[in-house]
Nanobody
Framework: QVQLLESGGGLVQAGGSLRLSCAASGRPFSSYPMGWFRQAPGKEREFVAAISWSGGETYYADSMKGRFRISRENAKNTVYLQMNSLKPEDTAVYYC???????????????????WGQGTQVNVSS
């Protein structure tokens, strides 16, 4: 069993920045890919960004490229999502997820993740 705890959400004005963190426990963190997803009210959960087990590969949804950056610090069992140039449409609950593929690359499909955090709310005001 893997436990994921997100933090860092909050209220920010359009154009601002936030950094989300996700602390993991329960299995060797450094051996699995990690990802971030988000879900806005009335919408399906969508892919945001993913990172390989080593941190050497990343993958982003098109609308996040150039604004968001995913990284990981395996020594601290933590993955981060740096969000810059935030827009009101970025408002959502952001979820951290742990991939199921040992030594896997970045994964963008929800079905590739088998553990999820509780989410952290991000609100971007115009």
């Amino acid at each position: 069993q893997v436990q994921l705890l997100e933090s860092g959400g909050g209220l920010v004005q359009a154009g601002g920045s936030l950094r989300l963190s996700c602390a993991a426990s329960g299995r060797p963190f450094s051996s699995y890919p990690m990802g971030w997803f988000r879900q806005a009210p009335g919408k399906e959960r969508e892919f945001v960004a993913a990172i390989s087990w080593s941190g050497g590969e990343t993958y982003y949804a098109d609308s996040m490229k150039g604004r968001f950056r995913i990284s990981r610090e395996n020594a601290k069992n933590t993955v981060y999502l740096q969000m810059n140039s935030l827009k009101p449409e970025d408002t959502a609950v952001y979820y951290c997820a742990a991939g199921r593929t040992l030594l896997g690359g970045p994964l963008y499909q929800r079905g590739e993740y088998d553990f999820w955090g509780q989410g952290t709310q991000v609100n971007v005001s115009s």
